[in-house]
């Protein structure tokens, strides 16, 4: 039986009305809900005494239930058919004499003003407002007039809305300018199945005087799960708010019925703050048969440790549901803006919303293990935060990696998943006259934990191999670490690069320009960095220092390397800008490097045949060109050179990097024996 219209504008028609009620006969119709899912709002805004108009009222049983419990009797309803209104006044007549039924048009109501507190609205302006015509709009103007004539000052409009964007709109605006209080509340969802599957809204529209002059919009919505309403700034994020829920409800609903093939990404935000609180990501992995034990799981990321591969890339979450086990993995990172009291608090606080993301076929009950590294939410302390005119907001803090390590990491919050620059901390010390900690106390927390970096070790794997890179010079014989090096480096960060290098070349001259002041005052504050007679740091614009030094011809450097991000995300090349590596640009880069020097290039470039092109650009400069892929990040590493007779197989480069780490590690230095040099370039491939 064909109950729908075959257009949206039919909803509005009398005669569509006729046959839809002849056609379903007897059965109540419940648009958007019934009772018991409307009850725990209704009841905040219907008082006993009250006379309560019910426009549009069809042959739903809301009335008479409300009737029933108490709710309210003083109850009139009027619809726009003949046949329903017979219907429902023969189903009350007898049980329910303080209730009526008339046959009446919302847009021409035959009450006197301000007759009733409550106009009680289900799916009625829904169906009139089916598009946004002159005609349709006239109409709807004519409805909300009446509905404010008809109510007293202090009386309340319920809207029950599926509030669809153009709906939502055109009803706050008009009765915001009003002046009348808007509260929009999200019904909570009882489990039943239901018509839609967008979620269900009741509009709460207060009549108050209007008052001459400017007076402040009250825009406030009350999301399902609680009873405090969160004020809005204006109608467009009224409806932005509104419309974040309609589209996560479809998520949920879409989640709950097949597997996603693409990972689904969301964010729970702060009530108060309305800052992201959780960063969530649905893995499903085809790889594990689910059954009832390991269908659905969430593991929580231990804080400061989401930017690492396994957590941080779409490849390291679908390895990580594989190999815990379960065929559905929501994967919960906690942001650095929020405080968490302990795993317990976030099993309690995420419990009811993650069920909501559950794949098919998981029973209400089942009990859902929440995971993670060591059982703990790991730790992290913001030592810094401030705003650079040139990098926006970014923060210093301290984290805490796997195992015993800390690690301390600059983090610029335009791009807040990538570590920008990063440095091991040493271990907690005594200061003079401080006894040592007995063994059987606890261990120092990270707030008590020194700022002491280790400048032996190089955090990033691209800064290893960027060092690694250095075995190219030194012409037939292999560099040695007291060698005479000038050395250029494009981009301080932090300031590990040249920290290591100035430490580990006992004879380096090094060289760094950095754009913005603000990350030389960083490095030296929070990484240990420091300037003397063979390390100066130049506050400029890398294109004009390099630029300037190529058109004085009064410098070459053994070693030039770029290290520096671009601030533009919109280009799909986030390191380095594009014009560093423009061919003309790249010309005065060849400029000072010394003949038998390397030109050393982080390249970060998600753009296919963008990082074709700059490939392209540097073979044309650079003869010889090699490239160092990090393994699961995005980075190559280039290293290019002038003469392509100096040219050396892998085996060559290993043998030459072995030598170059063998020469560093010299009595009474520290060297980190994590990583090889030689490893670095085993990999490296001529291009």
């Known amino acids: 039986m064909e109950l729908l219209p075959r257009s949206p504008g039919e909803f509005g028609s009398a005669r569509y009305w006729d046959r839809f009620f002849q056609q379903r006969g007897q059965r109540p119709f419940e648009w958007y809900g019934a009772f018991p899912e409307l009850c725990p709002v209704l009841h905040k805004y219907v008082r006993p005494r009250d006379?309560?108009?019910?426009?549009?009222?069809?042959n739903s049983e809301l009335s008479e239930q409300m009737y029933d419990v108490g709710m309210c009797e003083d109850i009139v309803n009027i619809d726009i058919n003949n046949a329903v209104i017979h219907q429902m006044q023969e189903r009350s007549k007898s049980k329910r004499p303080k209730m009526s039924y008339l046959l009446m048009d919302v847009l021409q109501l035959n009450f006197p003003d301000a007759h009733f507190h409550v106009v009680l609205d289900k799916g009625t302006l829904d169906a009139i407002l089916t598009d946004e015509e002159e005609a349709t709009l006239d109409k709807v103007d004519k409805m909300f007039g009446e509905i404010s004539r008809v109510l007293q000052v202090g009386g309340r409009y319920l809207c029950v809305?599926?509030?669809?964007?153009?709906?939502?709109?055109?009803?706050?605006?008009?009765?915001?300018?009003?002046?009348?209080?808007v509260r929009v509340h999200q019904v909570a969802d009882s489990g039943t199945k239901q018509q839609f599957v967008l979620p269900v809204f009741i509009c709460v529209m207060t009549k108050f005087r209007k008052i001459t002059g400017s007076a402040p919009q009250i825009l406030e919505i009350c999301p399902e799960e609680q009873d405090k309403p969160m004020r809005m700034e204006s109608v467009e994020q009224l409806v932005a708010a509104v419309k974040d829920r309609q589209h996560y409800a479809l998520l949920c609903s879409q989640l709950s019925k097949t597997p996603c093939e693409e990972q689904v990404s969301l964010d729970l935000c702060d009530r108060e703050s309305r800052r992201p609180r959780y960063t969530l990501h649905v893995v499903d992995s085809s790889s594990v048969k689910p059954s009832r034990d390991n269908s659905?799981?969430?593991?929580?990321?231990?804080?400061?440790?989401e930017t690492e591969w396994l957590f941080g890339t779409e490849e390291g979450r679908r390895?990580?549901?594989?190999?815990?086990?379960?065929?559905?993995l929501v994967t919960v990172a906690l942001h650095r803006e929020q405080h968490y009291e302990g795993m317990a608090s976030i099993q309690s606080e995420l419990s009811g919303k993650v069920m909501e993301l559950a794949p098919p076929g998981l029973p209400a009950r089942q009990q859902v293990p929440f995971l993670s590294v060591g059982g703990d939410i790991g730790v992290r302390t913001v030592r810094h935060c401030d705003t650079s005119p040139l990098s926006g907001e970014y923060v210093v803090e301290d984290v805490k990696g796997d195992g015993t390590c800390y690690f301390r990491r600059l983090i610029f919050l335009r791009n807040r998943n990538v570590?920008?620059?990063?440095?091991?901390?040493?271990?907690?010390?005594?200061?003079?006259?401080?006894k040592k900690r007995r063994k059987d106390k606890k261990k120092p927390s990270l707030a008590e934990a020194p700022g002491a970096i280790?400048?032996?070790?190089?955090?990033?794997?691209h800064h290893k191999a960027m060092v690694a890179g250095l075995c190219l010079l030194g012409g037939p014989e292999p560099l040695s670490a007291g060698a005479l090096l000038a050395v250029l480096v494009v981009g301080l960060g932090g300031g590990s690069l040249p920290l290591f290098i100035h430490d580990y070349f006992s004879q380096a001259r090094v060289a760094v320009v950095e754009i913005d002041p603000s990350m030389l005052e960083v490095a030296t504050r929070w990484f240990g960095f420091s300037q003397g007679e063979r390390m100066r740091v130049h506050v400029s614009d890398g294109l004009d220092y390099v630029a300037k030094l190529a058109a004085e011809a009064s410098a070459q450097y053994d070693a030039i390397m770029f290290d520096v991000d671009s601030k533009d995300l919109t280009v799909g090349m986030s390191c380095p800008p594009p014009a560093f590596v423009e061919k003309h640009f790249l010309h005065k880069v060849k400029a000072i490097l010394k003949p038998e020097g390397v030109f050393v290039l982080n390249l970060v470039c998600r753009d296919a045949q963008l990082k074709e092109s700059v490939l392209a650009t540097l073979r044309e400069v650079f003869p010889l060109l090699y490239v160092r892929r990090i393994e699961g990040e995005v980075n190559e590493i280039l290293f290019c050179q002038l003469n392509p007779e100096s040219q050396l197989d892998a085996t060559e480069l290993g043998a030459r990097a072995q030598v170059l780490e063998g020469a560093l590690q010299q009595p009474g230095r520290p060297w980190d024996r994590s990583y090889v040099l030689a490893d670095m370039l085993q990999a490296v491939k001529i291009l």
Request: glycine share 10%; hydrophobic share 40%.
């Open 296 to 305: 659905f799981a969430i593991f929580i990321i231990p804080q400061g440790r």
């Open 161 to 181: 809305s599926l509030a669809q964007a153009h709906v939502l709109k055109k009803a706050v605006e008009y009765f915001s300018q009003e002046g009348w209080v």
């Open 454 to 461: 280790d400048k032996s070790y190089l955090c990033c794997e």
């Open 319 to 328: 390895q990580l549901a594989t190999s815990a086990g379960f065929g559905r």
């Open 51 to 58: 006379k309560v108009l019910v426009v549009g009222c069809g």
């Open 419 to 434: 570590v920008q620059s990063e440095a091991r901390l040493l271990a907690h010390t005594p200061l003079p006259g401080q």
